[in-house]
């Protein structure tokens, strides 16, 4: 296929866009390839249409080669299949909601598992209908707080999200393992430089849940990996409690003023200076950090949470955020403290928050605490009085917490949760995410089949996403550079991009033949047949991001031209007679 660059719609821009965060944000707007509409919603113009088409057709080929069905859904879904699992009140105010003209509630799909889950229990009653997979790429829609980084986090995304059906268990593990090497081979294709790590179910449900993260210094998601092989999302990083602690021979608890001490660090240069221990100095983890917190559920119940870690740790808002879930977090502000006389803020501590009685008492607080909060360790806190803390606050002996939660951040070099070494720390770009949904749908829904026993058993499922507009985002920011995009072939909207330079004819003609003789032999071409200077379409062409770029100009009078490698930016000299072969060479290569 030819296309000629005087013909194609694209405008492509030489400064970067006011609201661009990331690479591909960047990029993506200026070389003509989406265009902004409304926050986090964008027009796909033919340029980025190609390549979001080409992403599609490498998953679908995919998912086919495993077995499973495509099918489409409407995006417009009635209220009631999500009333049944509960998600039209959990997924909060990230839904769109809206009401046709007789009054009736409907949303615009963030995913799909009902209408899914209800199709296969209209068609299929029977054991030997399973197992079955069945996919759609469709466009979602989520209500997102601040829309950002242009096709990372929009309102509007497409994705391939599919689900595989089984009697049991021991099926359910084969789907899984099928989607999961689908994707492996997906990525591969994509050109994705990924890892794959354990993940968080969310909103989902479900047990075994992994991510496959696009390695990006911009991603959003932070994993850590082991030198042992382990891989995980911050977010599902689960540490063992530390070993319990004997504090037999501690000293009663005491309460000392400390004066001007709101903080961990004036905390622990005071308690040097006036309280000085007799085997080390104080430290930022000998001190008990409270931190309150909002949770607002999507009923519109709000109350209070309490977390207590050490104080030289903070909490991870990512991993509290993701516990706490469907509840959304806020910090508590000046205003919840004037409500809440109580909590003394800068020196809140265990005893403050009316442990041991009612949840819903009066001033009653849920405290839950990290892992290294064990019985018997001992701990400096606030004493919920200005300017005065708790020395030798003994868990277990002198406060009994709620119970463990695990949202202290991670840091390089903490121990892996299984052994197997320090841990690292990089960002990635979620692209695609797999769940073992068990039988959570299926039970809300009363999908059932016969079993070889003729006895009715409920289906268990597996569920598994991929971002395909999230993929063209994740593969320009793991290809692009300072110049522009640089496509792999396999999504490249064009194999070659030819730059016919000055005004000989000679030079057009030839620029002309040899597009057409590509054109022939199946390659997709675009040649910039503009009447711009030489320049501009060098510019352009580095910024549109076509594997091979072909000049054609002052050299061809010596019966030479210029191919020129995007990603590598190597150029070589080429015969014009050897020309065709040459690029044939490189685009199937």
């Not at 205003?335 to 009612?358: H, M, Q, W």
């Not at 463990?404 to 991670?410: G, K, Q, R, S």
């Not at 390659?523 to 510019?539: I, N, Q, T, W, Y």
Request: charged content about 25%; hydrophobic content about 40%.
């Amino acid at each position: 296929m030819l296309t000629r660059m005087s013909k194609l719609f694209v405008r492509t821009l030489r400064d970067d866009p006011a609201d661009a965060e990331v690479p591909s944000h960047r990029w993506l707007v200026r070389a003509g390839y989406i265009r902004r509409v409304a926050p986090g919603m964008y027009t796909w113009l033919p340029l980025g249409l190609r390549v979001l088409q080409k992403v599609e057709q490498i998953v679908r080929e995919e998912m086919d080669a495993i077995g499973a069905q495509e099918m489409r859904f409407p995006a417009l879904l009635p209220r009631e299949p999500y009333e049944a699992t509960n998600r039209w009140t959990e997924y909060g105010p990230n839904l769109f909601r809206l009401k046709d003209r007789k009054g009736a509630d409907l949303l615009l799909g963030p995913t799909h598992e009902e209408m899914f889950t209800l199709a296969v229990k209209d068609m299929y009653s029977s054991y030997k209908d399973l197992p079955l997979a069945l996919y759609q790429i469709q466009t979602k829609y989520r209500d997102e707080a601040r829309p950002r980084a242009g096709l990372l986090r929009g309102r509007e995304f497409i994705m391939k999200d599919s689900y595989s059906f089984d009697v049991d268990d021991a099926g359910l593990q084969a789907s899984y393992d099928a989607h999961r090497g689908a994707y492996i081979k997906i990525f591969d294709r994509l050109g994705l430089d990924y890892v794959i790590v354990k993940a968080t179910s969310g909103a989902m449900g479900g047990s075994a849940s992994e991510e496959f993260l696009a390695v990006a210094d911009f991603g959003e998601d932070t994993f850590v990996m082991s030198p042992g092989g382990y891989a995980a999302n911050v977010e599902a990083v689960v540490r063992p409690p530390a070993t319990e602690q004997d504090a037999s021979d501690a000293p009663a608890a005491h309460v000392e003023d400390t004066p001007d001490s709101p903080t961990i660090e004036s905390l622990v240069d005071l308690a040097n200076a006036r309280f000085p221990r007799d085997d080390r100095p104080w430290a930022a983890a000998d001190t008990l950090k409270n931190v309150i917190f909002r949770l607002t559920y999507p009923d519109g119940t709000r109350r209070p949470l309490a977390v207590g870690l050490p104080g030289d740790r903070e909490v991870d808002l990512k991993r509290l955020e993701a516990a706490v879930s469907p509840a959304e977090v806020e910090p508590f502000t000046d205003e919840d403290f004037a409500v809440n006389p109580t909590l003394v803020k800068g020196y809140i501590g265990p005893t403050s928050l009316g442990l041991g009685g009612r949840e819903d008492a009066p001033g009653r607080v849920r405290y839950l605490v990290d892992p290294a909060v064990v019985p018997g360790s001992r701990w400096v806190t606030g004493a919920n009085e200005p300017g005065r803390h708790v020395f030798d606050l003994v868990c277990g002996r002198d406060f009994t917490p709620d119970g463990f939660l695990d949202v202290a951040e991670i840091r390089a070099g903490d121990p892996a949760p299984d052994g197997s070494g320090p841990l690292t720390l990089a960002r990635g770009i979620e692209m695609g995410h797999i769940f073992q949904l068990g039988r959570k749908y299926a039970e809300s829904l009363g999908l059932k089949v016969l079993d070889a026993n003729g006895k009715l058993v409920t289906v268990t499922m597996g569920s598994y996403g991929i971002g395909c507009s999230r993929a063209v985002a994740a593969v320009a920011e793991n290809t692009s550079d300072d110049k522009g995009l640089a496509w792999p072939r396999a999504v490249a909207p064009f194999d070659v991009h030819i730059v016919a330079t000055g005004k000989d004819a000679a030079v057009a003609a030839f620029a002309e033949q040899l597009a057409e003789q590509l054109a022939g032999e199946g390659v997709e071409v675009l040649l910039d047949d503009r009447k711009a200077s030489p320049g501009v379409k060098f510019a352009d062409a580095e910024l549109l991001g076509m594997p091979t770029t072909v000049v054609v100009g002052r050299g061809l009078a010596d019966g030479v031209v210029e191919v020129r490698d995007r990603a590598s930016g190597e150029r070589e000299n080429v015969a014009s007679e050897e020309a065709l072969a040459r690029v044939l060479q490189a685009v199937r290569s």
